[in-house]
């Protein structure tokens, strides 16, 4: 294992992918850094992101977290510019409310409290409304149709606006694979309502192996043609297979090789149908991520 790790670290090293943070020049309209990736994480441990950081060494980019419609602690996200960090707000819709609801004004007290609570923190934030809002009929995040959602979309994104959160950048996440079948594109609510094309895909215990490019390729290829920054807003690769430390060496390869790529938000938890991809799970897994953004590639705002 060991010499593994340091083939690892070597290859990540020798790498010329740049890891930036949010003061690289051109950030001030979308976040996104002129050259390089945000690279942050979703820590699901005791520890949290503190911990995180204190296991490899140096301060991530952005930190999401998940919050439920309504979520009443906006304010509480001061705390990441303080420590040097981006909140994603990863803020979910279902089984709260629907698109209809939304769309209908039904639910503005709700969203103008967000609003006027997150411009008050300032700094920039990014927020993603409805992340997965294309989950089938039924599934957890379901609010409605595509046209359901492209309104409340806009309902949301012009609320914001309207009170003047200009921190406020907005994030629209599809599940990856829907790309392939155009259904993902399907509930795009167009380039003035959008600040970065996401992206959530992941390797699933018991199913086909996927490279990185395979999983968010056609995902970057949209954000491309969109004119938007690209972000992985979740994706992870089995803790406890020996293929994902590799997988993580040809993902950064790839990523060097895509400008449009900006930002990689790692899923460092079981997810709720019980895979593992925690970090500390397996040694080598997280000193391979770690490698990921190695200085003096990462900056930190």
Same mark, same amino acid.
């Given at each position: 294992?060991?010499?593994?790790?340091?083939?690892?670290?070597?290859?990540? /090293?020798?790498?010329?992918? !740049?890891?930036a943070?949010?003061?690289?020049?051109?950030?001030?309209?979308? =976040?996104?850094?002129?050259?390089?990736?945000?690279?942050?994480?979703?820590?699901n441990?005791?520890?949290?992101?503190?911990?995180?950081?204190?296991? $490899?060494?140096?301060r %991530?980019? $952005?930190?999401?977290?998940y919050?439920p419609?309504?979520?009443?602690?906006?304010?509480?996200?001061?705390?990441?510019?303080?420590?040097?960090? $981006?909140?994603? =707000?990863?803020w979910?819709?279902?089984?709260?409310?629907?698109?209809?609801a #939304?769309?209908?004004?039904?639910?503005?007290?709700?969203?103008k409290?967000a609003?006027?609570?997150?411009?008050?923190?300032?700094?920039k #934030?990014? %927020?993603?409304?409805?992340?997965e809002?294309?989950?089938?009929?039924?599934? @957890?995040r379901? =609010?409605?149709?595509p046209s359901?959602?492209i309104? /409340?979309?806009?309902?949301?994104?012009?609320?914001?606006r309207a009170?003047?959160?200009?921190?406020v950048?907005?994030?629209?996440?599809?599940?990856?694979?829907?790309f392939?079948s155009?259904?993902?594109?399907?509930?795009?609510?167009?380039?003035?309502?959008?600040?970065?094309? /996401?992206?959530?895909?992941?390797?699933? @215990?018991?199913?086909?192996?996927?490279?990185?490019?395979e $999983?968010?390729?056609?995902?970057?290829?949209?954000?491309?043609?969109?004119?938007k920054?690209?972000?992985a807003?979740?994706?992870?690769? @089995?803790a406890?297979?020996?293929?994902?430390?590799?997988?993580?060496?040809?993902?950064?390869?790839?990523?060097?090789?895509?400008?449009?790529?900006?930002?990689?938000?790692?899923?460092?938890?079981v997810?709720?149908?019980?895979?593992?991809?925690r970090?500390t799970?397996?040694?080598? !897994?997280?000193?391979?991520?770690?490698?990921?953004?190695?200085?003096p590639?990462?900056?930190?705002?």
């Open positions: 294992m060991e010499g593994l790790v340091k083939l690892i670290a070597t290859a990540l /090293a020798a790498m010329t992918l !740049v890891i943070g949010a003061t690289s020049a051109g950030a001030s309209t979308t =976040i996104a850094p002129k050259t390089g990736v945000l690279f942050g994480a979703f820590p441990d005791g520890s949290g992101i503190a911990g995180l950081e204190a296991r $490899i060494g140096r %991530l980019a $952005i930190h999401n977290r919050v419609w309504d979520f009443s602690s906006w304010s509480t996200f001061s705390a990441d510019h303080s420590a040097g960090r $981006i909140p994603l =707000i990863s979910s819709a279902a089984p709260k409310t629907t698109a209809a #939304i769309a209908s004004g039904s639910q503005d007290a709700v969203i409290r609003a006027l609570t997150l411009r008050a923190v300032g700094g #934030i990014l %927020l993603r409304p409805f992340y809002f294309d989950q089938p009929h039924g599934h @957890p379901y =609010i409605g149709s359901q959602v309104a /409340a979309w806009r309902h949301t994104f012009n609320l914001f009170v003047g959160a200009k921190n950048k907005f994030v629209w996440c599809p599940m990856s694979f829907d392939a155009g259904y993902a594109q399907k509930f795009w609510p167009g380039a003035n309502y959008v600040n970065w094309v /996401a992206a959530d895909g992941y390797n699933f @215990p018991g199913k086909p192996w996927r490279s990185f490019g $999983i968010f390729g056609l995902a970057n290829q949209f954000a491309v043609r969109e004119h920054p690209m972000m807003a979740e994706t992870a690769s @089995p406890n297979d020996p293929r994902t430390p590799h997988w993580m060496v040809a993902a950064a390869s790839w990523i060097r090789g895509h400008n449009q790529f900006k930002a990689i938000d790692y899923f460092d938890s997810s709720p149908k019980g895979y593992d991809f970090l799970a397996a040694p080598t !897994v997280l000193h391979t991520w770690a490698s990921w953004g190695l200085r590639y990462f900056h930190v705002f």
